[in-house]
């Protein structure tokens, strides 16, 4: 069964610093694209950051671009983000998410059970 | 960036009803098109992909058209389990933009 373990959320001061994890397990992680999606508090789902099999290519939404870095272990099978200059405004719930298909990228099929990111003074 | 945008923004159905929610895409994206439902406090699931493939084990109630810019998503027969929030994203381009939601309520 394929699973997605994030953890390192928590409560940050504005203009901190996070970093989350994502353990994936159950498939060949090396072979799949993998993303970052949030979902603010009562609010829809805004794709984050994306990151190639082989991180060899990585995208991020303009709203993280020069301050939210993915990046990936395939040896160790784990999804990072990293997050600096934190806003109020990344205040979310963080989901790992898989792509559906090897090879490109797909539709996100399983997600993670969360990591919630508080930013607050 | 392309733009989705779902509509309704909420319905509300008795179990039984058809419900159909549209999707549309400020250009066009093939079939590069999934659908998700998110209940309250649980993680997104995937239902469609490709517009019209069905997600192994998702009910066959559950179905997908569309290409190019226009999308729907139907639920044939809407079960109490179906009450829940839609989303749409396109996968043709990044950023990969999802939809605002549909919100399908008992009515």
């Known amino acids: 069964e394929m699973q997605l373990l994030e953890s390192g959320g928590g409560l940050v001061q504005p203009g901190g610093s996070l970093r989350l994890s994502c353990a994936a397990s159950?498939?060949?992680?090396?072979?799949?694209?993998m993303s970052w999606v949030r979902q603010a508090p009562g609010k829809g789902l805004e794709w984050v950051s994306a990151i190639s099999g082989s991180a060899d290519k990585t995208y991020h939404a303009d709203s993280v671009k020069g301050r939210f870095t993915i990046s990936r272990d395939n040896s160790k099978n784990t999804l990072f983000l990293q997050m600096n200059s934190l806003r109020v405004e990344d205040t979310a719930v963080y989901y790992c998410?898989?792509?559906?298909?090897?090879?490109?990228?797909?539709?996100?099929?399983?997600w993670g059970q969360g990591s919630l990111v508080t930013v607050s003074s | 960036d392309i733009q989705m945008t779902q509509s309704p923004s909420s319905v509300s159905a008795s179990v039984g009803d058809r419900v159909t929610i549209t999707c549309r895409a400020s250009q066009g994206i093939n079939s590069w098109l999934a659908w998700y439902q998110q209940k309250p406090g649980k993680v997104p699931k995937l239902l469609i992909y490709?517009?019209?493939s069905l997600q192994s084990g998702v009910p066959s109630r559950f179905s997908g058209s569309g290409s190019g810019t226009d999308f729907t998503l139907t639920i044939s027969s809407l079960q109490p389990e179906d009450f829940a929030t839609y989303y749409c994203?396109?996968?043709?381009?990044?950023?990969?933009?999802f939809g605002g939601g549909t919100k399908v309520e008992i009515k």
């Open positions: 490709t517009a019209s």
């Open positions: 159950g498939f060949t992680f090396s072979n799949y694209a």
């Open positions: 998410v898989k792509a559906g298909q090897s090879s490109g990228w797909y539709w996100f099929d399983p």
């Open positions: 994203q396109q996968l043709k381009i990044f950023p990969l933009t």
